[in-house]
């Protein structure tokens, strides 16, 4: 399990808001979410006594980002939504152009998958994406080798597509690094990068991660 993964809650499930100053009508709400089977998306896990998930709601065109912490570690989790399932939301345009990069991806090994307010307004009709919204991608290699031509192919879609795109790309041992963060080490030639895990943030050494996988000639 990792972070971004998606848990399915159950009436029965005993949680608590982490924070207790929510409006009632919010509490309810994350109640008929639940009831809805709607997900919730695990987060970065800060304390041995609860398993924190969250979610984002719609409540008088107002949004709310909600932390759960449950009282036990859920045994099932799915993996985050596939890009691929959310490509009729845009135009026939914008669709040959993520289903281009899903190839692309795929020929390097990589599932793309959704988070963030796309994968949200999948889940859940309430949640409105609007023309500023980024596009939230998690890329999944299965092997690090390929990261030089991942990140080559992130940077050529970045700059075809209209919707600004950001997002992580998830290594091994749950360890995840941003793509923008290391596009832009790499060309201010920056040693360290941030790698966040599912209990823990770090600095490490972008030789490190990447193996000598990397050059720094990406702009």
């Given at each position: 399990m990792n972070r971004h993964d998606l848990i399915y809650l159950q009436a029965s499930d005993s949680y608590r808001f982490l924070d207790?100053?929510?409006?009632?009508?919010?509490?309810q709400k994350i109640q008929e979410q639940i009831s809805q089977n709607i997900?919730?998306?695990?987060?970065?896990?800060?304390?041995?006594d609860y398993f924190k998930v969250a979610i984002n709601i719609m409540l008088?065109?107002?949004?709310?980002?909600?932390a759960l912490g449950l009282n036990a570690t859920p045994t099932l989790s799915q993996r985050p939504l596939l890009l691929a399932r959310i490509l009729d939301r845009f135009s026939a345009e914008i669709q040959t152009m993520l289903q281009h990069f899903i190839r692309a991806m795929q020929q390097l090994s990589c599932c793309v998958y959704v988070y963030g307010s796309y994968a949200n307004q999948f889940f859940n009709p309430d949640i409105f994406v609007?023309?500023?919204?980024?596009?939230?991608?998690?890329?999944?290699?299965?092997?690090?080798?390929?990261?030089d031509q991942?990140?080559?192919?992130?940077?050529?879609?970045?700059a075809q597509l209209c919707i600004p795109i950001d997002g992580e790309i998830a290594l091994e041992h749950k360890q995840n690094i941003s793509f923008n963060e290391l596009i832009f080490a790499l060309h201010h030639q920056q040693e360290q990068i941030i790698v966040?895990?599912?209990?823990?943030?770090?600095?490490?050494?972008?030789?490190?991660?990447?193996?000598?996988?990397?050059?720094?000639?990406?702009h």
């Open positions: 207790a100053s929510l409006p009632l009508q919010v509490k997900p919730f998306t695990v987060c970065r896990q800060e304390s041995e008088q065109q107002r949004k709310y980002r909600v609007h023309a500023q919204s980024d596009l939230d991608l998690l890329i999944q290699p299965e092997h690090r080798h390929a990261l991942i990140i080559a192919e992130i940077i050529k879609f970045k966040k895990g599912l209990r823990d943030i770090k600095l490490q050494s972008i030789a490190d991660i990447c193996g000598g996988n990397l050059n720094a000639s990406h």
